[in-house]
């Protein structure tokens, strides 16, 4: 597609439910990024995955999050028993590839509210 | 601890004026990118300056880079109602970028 595409745009959930959202890259891209920000913040790394490379899930806060690509296309990251403080706008990005000379692309991001 | 830091972190002028925001990191780079961000969504790509670059232009932005102070600077002159928005920086650590926590720039008419 033109951009990166995410769905759900919003998500409310209460405590304790899982989430799924999706990341749709550019086409032809195959480095795609997961971050969080939550309010008023900055962006906080989660996980990356390049081609069929392992991805880095070094960022990703605990054991009840995890991410997964197929190839290079369509990624999603999952939520588990959803906490409060999981709230927050998860943005997806994709590039060219990784390494630092290639600009990300971002999508508008799912922002989800745990009540 | 953040590799990127903006400063200030709110920065609020008159339509017409220039804005300055700055970036310090700590660690050696290849390059350094600008983001905006409108309405806590999506970022969108500005800049990117090399660290062999010392100063960018791309239409109403300018970026600085000196790579000894660790530091970069983003200038947007004759500033629009339409400037209004988060500005962050990025560096690369190792294969992502990691960003710092912006600087909320508000222009009034």
């Known amino acids: 597609g033109a951009g990166v595409s995410q769905s759900p745009s919003n998500k409310v959930t209460e405590k304790g439910k899982d989430v799924e959202l999706r990341c749709d890259p550019i086409s032809g891209h195959t480095a795609l990024y997961w971050y969080r920000q939550r309010l008023g913040q900055g962006l906080e790394f989660l996980i990356y995955f390049q081609g069929n490379s392992a991805p880095d899930k070094s960022g990703l806060p605990s054991d009840r999050f995890s991410a997964e690509r197929t190839g290079e296309s369509v990624s999603t990251l999952t939520i588990q028993r959803t906490q409060q403080e999981d709230s927050a706008v998860y943005l997806c990005?994709?590039?060219?590839?990784?390494?630092?000379?290639?600009?990300?692309?971002f999508g508008s991001g799912t922002r989800l509210t745990v009540v | 601890s953040q590799q990127g830091e903006e400063d200030p972190q709110a920065l609020s002028i008159q339509e017409g004026e220039n804005a300055t925001m700055n970036c310090s990191y700590k660690?050696?780079?290849?390059?350094l990118q600008w983001y905006r961000q409108n309405s806590g969504r999506g970022l969108v790509h500005l800049i990117l300056?090399?660290?062999?670059?010392r100063e960018k232009h791309s239409g109403r932005l300018r970026v600085t880079l000196d790579t000894s102070k660790k530091s970069s600077s983003l200038l947007i002159t004759a500033s629009r109602a339409a400037d209004t928005a988060s500005y962050f920086c990025?560096?690369?650590?190792?294969?992502?970028?990691?960003f710092g926590q912006g600087t909320r720039l508000t222009i009034n008419p």
């Open positions: 990005a994709s590039s060219k590839r990784t390494g630092s000379d290639y600009g990300y692309t």
């Open positions: 990025a560096t690369p650590v190792g294969q992502k970028l990691v």
């Open positions: 660690t050696s780079i290849n390059n």
């Open positions: 300056i090399r660290s062999n670059e």
